[in-house]
């Protein structure tokens, strides 16, 4: 299957130098899932809510400050390499183009509507982040942006700080609608008074509750038609549905990441962010994993995903980069992370840590319900 019928001429598209101000009006009346920057005619990024959460951000700031790359994605691409693309490129969209010409844009909304009826292979077990961040009900509006940005994600479950249980979530979504829904009424003098009073407040007069939640027996289809149903990204993985502790995380990410899996022998390794690789390149990357997978030769990797994500602080002019290493195999899931400066260290480091996991995953019982009907399945996308 191609996007040639997935990918749509209707988006929204602004000049480079357009005000953020506007942009966050464009965002209020018409609720794009993103916006496409050109400077002269020529794309050069989007824009997207995570682009916006920025706290200090001023209104007359350019549109090419906040805006992200994303690979330009030819009209008759695989939906494979397609969401491959989007998910390594770390967006929600991206420029659709016919030639050389800027046919419009292709969004993970509409990969997987289309590939909707195939997801019934997929358990939520199969795809999930187990490793959650989440944040204390009584903390602030500022503490969960900086969770947010600091790693990167999208979404905060709320936990009860003296139960420990499920109270509710805060998205990047949230916190936009939050900052803009009353812009007019702020007025147009200096709102530095009116951002510290917003940071200030605690994350329980923002969060949305009830969550609405999966568990990880239910099938992935399932759990995206929730999705779309409720207009969510992602949805909290509980235990069971009376059960408030919270499992992990399944997002539309982790299930156009499930779309990638292949049944090839060489390992299919996926990078996000890999813009930030300087030094380091695939082809190392995939040989180092596979040095450490060979130590234990009785687990077969299906799928192998690394993260980058840069932080502020740099060291020289380098910058600190985190890296997560997530593999899932035969013998179920394990992970390894760790920070340096600059993209290789900051792998190494987490290969290291990933190597003593893989180590320890030695004498475990083989879970091999993974393969068969999900590769089977997505086979004949």
């Given at each position: 299957?191609?996007?040639?019928d997935i990918a749509t001429p209707d988006f929204v598209?602004?000049?480079?130098?357009?005000?953020?101000?506007?942009?966050?009006?464009?965002?209020?009346?018409?609720?794009?899932?993103?916006?496409?920057?050109?400077?002269?005619?020529?794309?050069?990024?989007?824009?997207?809510?995570?682009?916006?959460?920025?706290?200090?951000?001023?209104?007359?700031?350019?549109?090419?400050?906040?805006?992200?790359?994303?690979?330009?994605?030819?009209?008759?691409?695989d939906v494979r390499e397609t969401a491959r693309m989007?998910?390594?490129?770390?967006?929600?969209?991206?420029?659709?183009?016919?030639?050389?010409?800027?046919?419009?844009?292709?969004?993970?909304?509409?990969?997987?509507?289309?590939?909707?009826?195939?997801?019934?292979?997929?358990?939520?077990?199969?795809?999930?982040?187990?490793?959650?961040?989440?944040?204390?009900?009584?903390?602030?509006?500022?503490?969960?942006?900086?969770?947010?940005?600091?790693?990167?994600?999208?979404?905060?479950?709320?936990?009860?700080?003296?139960?420990?249980?499920?109270?509710?979530?805060?998205?990047?979504?949230?916190?936009?609608?939050?900052?803009?829904?009353?812009?007019?009424?702020?007025?147009?003098?200096?709102?530095?008074?009116?951002?510290?009073?917003?940071?200030?407040?605690?994350?329980?007069?923002?969060?949305?509750?009830?969550?609405?939640?999966?568990?990880?027996?239910?099938?992935?289809?399932?759990?995206?038609?929730?999705?779309?149903?409720?207009?969510?990204?992602?949805?909290?993985?509980?235990?069971?549905?009376?059960?408030?502790?919270?499992?992990?995380?399944?997002?539309?990410?982790?299930?156009?990441?499930?779309?990638?899996?292949?049944?090839?022998?060489?390992?299919?390794?996926?990078?996000?962010?890999?813009?930030?690789?300087?030094?380091?390149?695939?082809?190392?990357?995939?040989?180092?994993?596979?040095?450490?997978?060979?130590?234990?030769?009785?687990?077969?990797?299906?799928?192998?995903?690394?993260?980058?994500?840069?932080?502020?602080?740099?060291?020289?002019?380098?910058?600190?980069?985190?890296?997560?290493?997530?593999?899932?195999?035969?013998?179920?899931?394990?992970?390894?992370?760790?920070?340096?400066?600059?993209?290789?260290?900051a792998f190494h480091v987490a290969l290291d840590k990933?190597?003593?996991?893989?180590?320890?995953?030695?004498?475990?019982?083989?879970?091999?319900?993974?393969?068969?009907?999900?590769?089977?399945?997505?086979?004949?996308?």
């Open positions: 299957m191609d996007i040639t598209e602004v000049d480079a130098g357009k005000r953020l101000g506007k942009i966050r009006a464009i965002f209020e009346r018409e609720n794009p899932r993103g916006i496409i920057v050109t400077e002269d005619g020529d794309y050069t990024g989007v824009i997207g809510e995570k682009q916006l959460v920025r706290s200090r951000m001023e209104d007359d700031t350019k549109a090419s400050v906040v805006m992200k790359s994303a690979p330009r994605i030819d009209r008759h691409e989007l998910v390594e490129g770390d967006v929600q969209i991206a420029p659709v183009f016919e030639g050389e010409t800027l046919y419009g844009i292709v969004g993970s909304d509409a990969i997987l509507q289309a590939v909707l009826d195939s997801l019934d292979a997929i358990s939520v077990e199969d795809i999930y982040t187990e490793d959650v961040v989440n944040i204390g009900d009584k903390a602030h509006v500022g503490q969960a942006i900086n969770k947010l940005r600091e790693h990167g994600i999208s979404r905060l479950p709320v936990v009860d700080e003296d139960s420990g249980n499920l109270s509710g979530i805060v998205t990047t979504h949230d916190l936009v609608e939050f900052v803009v829904r009353d812009d007019d009424r702020q007025g147009r003098g200096d709102r530095r008074g009116d951002i510290d009073r917003m940071l200030d407040l605690p994350v329980y007069d923002l969060m949305s509750s009830p969550v609405v939640t999966a568990t990880p027996a239910e099938s992935v289809d399932v759990a995206v038609r929730r999705m779309f149903e409720n207009d969510l990204s992602g949805l909290v993985v509980t235990p069971d549905e009376n059960d408030d502790l919270v499992q992990g995380i399944v997002t539309k990410t982790d299930v156009l990441r499930a779309l990638t899996f292949t049944e090839e022998e060489s390992m299919d390794v996926q990078i996000t962010n890999v813009s930030l690789l300087e030094t380091l390149t695939r082809e190392e990357i995939v040989e180092s994993i596979t040095t450490v997978v060979d130590k234990y030769q009785q687990m077969q990797v299906l799928h192998a995903h690394v993260r980058f994500h840069e932080h502020k602080e740099k060291l020289r002019g380098t910058p600190l980069i985190q890296c997560q290493i997530r593999l899932r195999t035969s013998h179920g899931q394990v992970a390894g992370s760790g920070e340096g400066y600059g993209a290789e260290h990933l190597e003593r996991n893989v180590l320890e995953m030695k004498g475990l019982n083989a879970d091999e319900k993974y393969r068969g009907q999900l590769i089977r399945k997505l086979g004949e996308l």
